[in-house]
T-cell receptor
């Protein structure tokens, strides 16, 4: 299973764009990159997933370079309610990897 | 997406006792997982609950301590046996469809405090 490395914490202000980068040097060919968000006292929530290039949904964008050894979660115009822990995971689709391993995550603190 | 509920939401228990946590899903799912999250820490996978067979445990977790049942495709239980204060944690269940394990839906968690 590919191990991921993220910054432990990040600070931002309301209205700013936040980019959280994750390193996954040992990513396998069939691994997807998935990001989860966890608020205090709640279970993690799926945010976005990608395999290569760029993926965008109503919450965030995910940028993946050609070598796929890293990825960047981009949160546009954050608000106080985006304060949470963000986890980057890599895992295989199609049953090749039958579990997810959570890393340390990044605690994003958004200030007014 | 799936809606997952857990019971109890929290409990305070005495050491040496056992607690069974229930996880209910609003639809049939192929894969169910149990995680532990200690205060301020990341999630640690305990086991994969397999329907109709024994659970698959991760390193450091054993069936005698964390017996798991999965009688059908919408329900699972995790028992924390012979509890000690070190078992104080949040226990979460999650579900996924086979072939999409990277997309999991989590329950709200059960907060356990062992005195």
């Amino acid at each position: 299973l590919a191990k991921t490395t993220q910054p432990i914490s990040m600070d931002s202000y309301e209205g700013q764009e936040v980019n959280i980068t994750c390193s996954h040097n040992n990513i396998a060919t069939n691994d997807y990159i998935t990001w989860y968000q966890q608020f205090p006292s709640q279970g993690p929530r799926f945010i976005i997933q990608g395999y290569k290039t760029k993926v965008t949904n109503e919450v965030a964008s995910l940028f993946i370079p050609a070598d796929r050894k890293s990825s960047t979660l981009s949160l546009p115009r954050v608000s106080l309610s985006d304060t949470a822990v963000y986890y980057c995971l890599v895992g295989g689709r199609g049953g090749a990897t039958n579990k997810l391993i959570f890393g340390t995550g990044t605690l994003l603190a958004v200030q007014p | 997406s799936a809606v997952i509920s857990q019971k109890p939401s929290r409990d305070i228990c005495q050491r040496g006792t056992s607690l069974t946590i229930q996880c209910q899903v609003d639809s049939q799912v192929t894969m169910m997982f149990w995680y532990r999250q200690q205060p301020g820490q990341s999630l640690t996978l305990i086991a994969t609950a397999n329907q109709g067979s024994e659970a698959t445990y991760e390193s450091g977790f054993v069936i005698d301590k964390f017996p798991i049942s999965r009688p059908n495709l919408t329900f699972s239980t995790l028992t924390v046996s012979n509890m000690s204060p070190e078992d104080s944690s949040i226990y979460l269940c999650s579900v996924a469809d086979r072939g999409s394990v990277e997309t999991q839906y989590f329950g709200p968690g059960t907060r356990l405090l062992v005195l």
